[in-house]
């Protein structure tokens, strides 16, 4: 006979006949008599379980990195945005808006704003500029005109001119800009794409790119 104690109770006997191989019921209904307590016997987990239960664990995360991935994706899907015959492909989250009446287009995010100018001949012209001029020279003046400089310039395949600069504005923000100045069906097309310069460093591709797929067809 076995003699257990266990601590802050009284000694507990056990026959040797309830501890021998395959008499684990015999054992609980001794105990389950000496204590007055039901005993449950909690069977050990095999490896198939811990195996299944590792998959399941796989699975569910795999499933919400899914979502988060599917989630991005669909936040980050080009959608045309078309105003007359100008274009632009923007993810969805952008929002068309009129803010100023002087711009021919004007679109919104939670971090960019577009907007749009259109300068035709019956709007007429600065002094010592003239339609049909290459849109650099007009983006050189429209700097000088706005009194920044340009960090870089570009030349993009859809005909544009693109210049990037950081500028503040009259409420003291600090703004970047990337401008596309573009010569198309008898007018020039000046889109500014202006996000915060502290997010410079997310954007700056993205606006190149959007400034890339910039359409005008003709009238």
């Given at each position: 006979?076995?003699?257990?104690?266990?601590?802050?109770?009284?000694?507990?006997?056990?026959?040797?006949?309830?501890?021998?191989?395959?008499?684990?019921?015999?054992?609980?209904?001794?105990?389950?008599?000496?204590?007055?307590?039901?005993?449950?016997?909690?069977?050990?987990?095999?490896?198939?379980?811990?195996?299944?239960?590792?998959?399941?664990v796989?699975?569910?995360?795999?499933?919400?990195?899914?979502?988060?991935?599917?989630?991005?994706?669909?936040?980050?899907?080009?959608?045309?945005?078309?105003?007359?015959?100008?274009?632009?492909?923007?993810?969805?989250?952008?929002?068309?808006?009129?803010?100023?009446?002087?711009?021919?287009?004007?679109l919104?995010?939670?971090?960019?704003?577009?907007?749009?100018?259109?300068?035709?001949p019956?709007?007429?012209?600065?002094?010592?500029?003239?339609?049909?001029?290459?849109?650099?020279k007009?983006?050189?003046?429209?700097?000088?005109?706005?009194?920044?400089?340009?960090?870089?310039?570009?030349?993009?395949?859809?005909?544009?001119?693109?210049?990037?600069?950081?500028?503040?504005?009259?409420?003291?923000?600090?703004?970047?800009?990337?401008?596309?100045?573009?010569?198309?069906?008898?007018?020039?097309?000046?889109?500014?794409?202006?996000?915060?310069?502290?997010?410079?460093?997310?954007?700056?591709?993205?606006?190149?790119?959007?400034?890339?797929?910039?359409?005008?067809?003709?009238?």
């Open positions: 006979m076995l003699v257990v104690k266990r601590r802050g109770s009284r000694m507990v006997s056990i026959p040797k006949a309830a501890l021998q191989p395959g008499a684990l019921s015999a054992l609980r209904v001794h105990l389950e008599e000496l204590t007055g307590k039901q005993w449950v016997t909690v069977k050990p987990w095999g490896k198939e379980r811990i195996v299944l239960a590792a998959v399941a796989v699975v569910g995360v795999g499933l919400l990195i899914g979502s988060g991935v599917a989630e991005d994706v669909q936040r980050n899907k080009l959608k045309e945005f078309q105003k007359e015959n100008y274009s632009i492909a923007l993810p969805a989250v952008f929002q068309e808006s009129e803010h100023d009446p002087d711009f021919f287009y004007e919104q995010s939670g971090d960019v704003a577009i907007s749009v100018e259109c300068i035709t019956q709007v007429g012209h600065p002094a010592g500029l003239s339609f049909g001029m290459s849109a650099d007009w983006m050189n003046w429209a700097l000088k005109q706005w009194k920044v400089m340009a960090e870089r310039t570009a030349e993009l395949d859809n005909g544009s001119c693109c210049a990037f600069y950081t500028w503040v504005a009259d409420d003291g923000r600090s703004l970047f800009t990337c401008v596309a100045m573009r010569y198309a069906d008898d007018a020039y097309w000046i889109t500014q794409l202006t996000c915060s310069a502290d997010l410079r460093e997310k954007y700056e591709p993205q606006l190149t790119q959007w400034a890339e797929s910039i359409r005008i067809t003709a009238e």
